[in-house]
């Protein structure tokens, strides 16, 4: 019965996180918000949303890794100018996933990870890569900070903003990237700087994403 209650909580989880962020939405559009105007406080939004404060913390996090809005010191949080890449269009698609959608998000992250991988190998200089190499083995890190690293040295920005959505979404539902050996993370930093092909998407799916 534990184990039930347990799987169906999780379960739901992702809807949650959603509905908070609609609503989060919704209220900034109902009280005519507009980029560069402060929103209220997680206490706040906390009793106007009738939900708890770390589900509205994690849902402005959200908010911020997607470029929504902008925390600053002693401020508060702000709406930051987001229509660059029709990131509202994108984030509102998401509000209507479906639970088949959602099981296909970590397949979209693996083409959105691969393309960026092949965009390194064509467009990045070898003294790139080796600054790279060097954080990675002076550094401690995840999977996840790890492709940030990877996604902001491709020129290709909104390639970079369309996986941080993804992934934020991944993350809600649960299903993130385990990390693998550090050292086949450092391989395909290798491979990338020597331009070889095979090896760096060997290194990929059998490695990082099996």
Request: proline residues 3%; charged residues 30%.
């Amino acid at each position: 019965m534990n184990d039930n209650r347990a799987a169906s909580a999780k379960s739901t989880q992702p809807k949650i996180y959603l509905d908070i962020v609609e609503k989060l939405r919704l209220m900034i559009q109902d009280d005519g918000l507009l980029p560069g105007d402060k929103i209220p406080s997680e206490r706040e939004l906390s009793e106007r949303l009738q939900v708890g404060r770390s589900s509205v913390r994690e849902a402005l996090r959200s908010l911020e890794l997607l470029g929504l809005i902008e925390t600053r010191r002693g401020e508060g949080t702000f709406i930051k100018v987001f229509q660059e890449h029709r990131l509202v269009e994108l984030l509102g698609a998401f509000f209507l996933l479906d639970e088949k959608t959602r099981n296909n998000l970590r397949e979209t992250k693996i083409l959105l990870e691969q393309a960026c991988l092949q965009g390194l190998m064509q467009k990045t200089p070898p003294e790139k890569m080796e600054e790279m190499i060097q954080w990675a083995e002076s550094h401690d890190w995840d999977d996840e900070i790890f492709f940030k690293k990877i996604f902001q040295l491709n020129p290709n920005h909104l390639l970079e903003r369309i996986w941080i959505v993804v992934n934020s979404y991944e993350k809600s539902s649960g299903k993130t990237s385990r990390m693998a050996q550090k050292k086949l993370y450092v391989d395909l930093l290798h491979a990338l700087k020597n331009k070889q092909g095979q090896d760096v998407n060997s290194i990929y799916l059998s490695g990082l994403r099996k």
